[in-house]
């Protein structure tokens, strides 16, 4: 079974430091995997994903995150925080499910917060 | 519409209670999903729909759980006799046939009492 983990319940950073937010997964095959943003009663929105390809991947408000096979990891980075960066990050690895399509295994998340 | 739309946003139901959630997807999203987020955790797969036919329904915890899309656009979760422990946050998402994107709604916050 596919399965993520997120070791960091939560990830302090000064706002222009740069951040890493980790995630492992573990899978049968090629991994699909991708990075979610939660803010306070909203529902998920989407950062950025990997399918194939190279390495690192760029994704939406300036993050990236690099897949390293390796390792089994795919780290959430950014350059230089922001304030606003501060919310829920949830990675998932996508599960093949009948029909050509999967369904997202999400870690436990990680609490990020920027302070300025 | 131009993203997921759920409704209500915020439902209270007393123990025992029926209540029925509602997803309204992104139009000619062929793939519908429902998560239960549960307060501090990750969101966790209930069931998958693909046009009108539910072809995965591992995730549901009880048969108190029901889901249908009977047209193969909107979706309703009906969770019956509803129980504190199914005070969560569902989350409904559509996606297109190859699944390479998902598109979450705003989700539908549920508080038994």
């Known amino acids: 079974a596919q399965s993520v983990a997120q070791p960091e319940d939560q990830v302090n950073v000064a706002e222009g430091n740069p951040l890493t937010v980790k995630c492992t997964y573990s899978?049968?095959?090629?991994?699909?995997l991708f990075w979610y943003v939660q803010y306070p009663n909203r529902g998920l929105q989407f950062l950025l994903k990997?399918?194939?390809?190279?390495?690192l991947v760029k994704g939406s408000y300036g993050f990236e995150a690099e897949f390293n096979k390796s390792q089994t990891s795919f780290h959430l980075k950014k350059p230089s925080a922001l304030v606003s960066d501060s919310a829920l990050y949830f990675c998932a690895v996508r599960e093949k499910l009948a029909g050509n399509t999967g369904k997202l295994i999400f870690g436990q998340g990680t609490t990020l917060q920027v302070k300025p | 519409g131009a993203g997921v739309s759920q409704s209500p946003r915020y439902k209270v139901a007393k123990r025992g209670q029926d209540v029925a959630l509602r997803c309204d997807p992104i139009?000619?999203?062929?793939?519908l999903f429902w998560y239960q987020q549960a307060l501090g955790q990750g969101p966790e797969f209930l069931t998958y729909f693909q046009n009108e036919a539910q072809l995965d329904k591992s995730g549901l915890p009880s048969d108190r759980f029901f889901a249908e899309r009977p047209e193969g656009s909107v979706s309703t979760l009906k969770i019956q006799r509803t129980q504190q422990e199914d005070s969560a946050v569902y989350l409904c998402a559509s996606s297109t046939h190859t699944g390479g994107g998902y598109t979450f709604g705003s989700g539908t916050r549920l508080t038994v009492v």
């Open positions: 139009s000619g999203h062929v793939s």
């Open positions: 990997y399918i194939t390809g190279d390495n």
């Open positions: 899978v049968s095959g090629n991994p699909y």
